[in-house]
């Protein structure tokens, strides 16, 4: 079994930084990919970001393109994702997800292990 808990989400006004951490346990990760998504009140959840374990490469969503940098530590078995010039289209709950598969990883149905979220609220 694998356990992921999402850490770091608040409320902050446009503009602001914050930097959400996701910390998994119950498996190695060294062949995993990590995603990040969100899910914003009424709308389906949508793909962020994604970084693939062995070999660190990483893809975003066209609306977080040059504002959100995902990272990982395989020491810790630790995702980040890292938001900057945060806007409030940008409120949502984040989810962390992970998978062994392969692919383009954009797609709820991929990913295997889910945690529980954590809420980014951003004021304007």
């Known amino acids: 079994q694998v356990q992921l808990v999402e850490s770091g989400g608040g409320l902050v006004h446009t503009g602001d930084s914050l930097r959400l951490s996701c910390a998994a346990s119950g498996r190695t990760f060294s062949s995993y990919a990590m995603g990040w998504f969100r899910q914003a009140p009424g709308k389906e959840r949508e793909f962020v970001a994604v970084?693939?374990?062995?070999?660190?490469?990483?893809d975003y969503a066209d609306s977080v393109k040059g504002r959100f940098t995902i990272s990982r530590d395989n020491a810790k078995n630790t995702v980040y994702l890292q938001m900057n010039s945060l806007k409030p289209e940008d409120t949502a709950v984040y989810y962390c997800a992970s998978t062994p598969a392969a692919g383009t990883l954009v797609r709820v149905r991929e990913y295997n292990y889910w945690g529980q979220g954590t809420q980014v609220t951003v004021s304007s």
């Open positions: 970084i693939r374990w062995s070999a660190g490469s990483t």
